[in-house]
């Protein structure tokens, strides 16, 4: 199953708890219910347990993708509230933008993210504001 990609450019705990959040999101969803998972890395020696360091989120059919672009515009808004985060999203076929997402900002991120999901060209990331 083809898979949308959100990985958080934070320090690995940072990561992991923004991972899980979002992913608690999307499945807290109706539409996208049971889709999203945490991608896992090993821990490293000495420390137990693996962190997150992104969210899958099965992309099966398109209208899909909205649903999902939607839901992390909503979670930027509630979730990160005055900071900025910086993310990368990955379609299935590979292609990647890097963003840094702003409370303030969220519509033109959520339209941007939309385009991009959509097939559209990964326009150089960088901020979305």
Do not use: K
């Amino acid at each position: 199953m083809d898979r949308l990609t959100i990985a958080f450019d934070e320090a690995p705990a940072e990561a992991d708890a923004l991972a899980r959040s979002l992913a608690d999101w999307f499945n807290d969803d109706e539409d996208l219910s049971g889709l999203a998972g945490v991608h896992l890395v090993p821990p490293v020696p000495g420390e137990m347990g693996s962190l997150a360091d992104a969210v899958e989120l099965a992309t099966a059919v398109a209208p899909l993708l909205t649903a999902g672009v939607s839901a992390l515009g909503v979670w930027i808004t509630q979730r990160v509230r005055n900071r900025r985060v910086s993310l990368s999203v990955t379609r299935p076929d590979g292609a990647g933008i890097r963003v840094t997402a702003d409370p303030a900002d969220v519509e033109r991120l959520v339209d941007r993210l939309e385009r991009f999901v959509a097939g559209g060209p990964a326009d150089g990331g960088g901020p979305a504001s």
